[in-house]
């Protein structure tokens, strides 16, 4: 696909993968609408990717088709290119478990994700054309010490992803999976803060590249699941 003028929409486009992926691909052309929680940082992000705005939180499943809605509208009926970048995490051990964990990270990494992607999918289906990117992570590839909540929610999208490319590959519609390792992003910061980077560690720049490689494929063929890892993460 050649991104220049096409309609792409970025969910959590105000901070880190999301906001990094936005700027690039207005530096190509692309026409490109990030979504986020707070007026604040996307107007931030406004400034730093060209891209338009729009302030909703994808938890809030009782807003989520009205809020599809206004997206649509301001890409003038089309979207060419969903990515689902919004994501949280919680770390808890077992004995730490608890239902409000769970529904708070589901209701944004799975059930936010998949809610938002039904009001879109309508479109591509009607054009027979179009690209999904979900961010998973390779804690959608194997569980760790702690990740019950956060692994599980990630396994789903892999699920997700799986069930979805089976469903609209006869409609010429792409569904990729995007699993990147630790990248240092305000991930995980419940002030929201991104971390500098550090010389070993995944940025925002690779994962950005990654996604829009996966994007400009030529619309014969599409990337199904991609990993990406620090070269040396323990140098």
Known sequence: M??????????????GIGKETARNLVKKGANVLITGRSKSRLIEARHYTGAKIIEFDISDHKNISENAVKCIDILDG????LIH????GVRKSIDELNIEDFLKVFNVNVFGLALFAKEIIPLMINESYGTIINIGSTAS?????NGSIYSSSKFAVRCLTQC??????????RVCQVNPSEV????????????????????????S?????????????????LNIWATNPFN
Do not use: C
């Open 184 to 207: 240092t992003t305000a991930f995980g910061n419940p002030e929201r803060v991104e971390r500098q980077d550090v010389g070993n560690k995944l940025t925002p720049k690779e994962i």
């Open 78 to 81: 089309r979207v060419d290119v």
């Open 85 to 88: 970048n919004a994501g949280i």
């Open 2 to 15: 050649n991104v220049k003028g096409k309609n792409i929409i970025i969910t959590g486009g105000s901070l």
């Open 141 to 145: 590839l194997k569980g760790y010490k």
């Open 164 to 173: 979805w490319q089976a469903e609209l590959r006869a409609h010429n519609i």
């Open 209 to 225: 590249h990654s996604i829009i490689s996966a994007i400009e494929m030529d619309d014969r063929g599409f990337i199904n699941e």
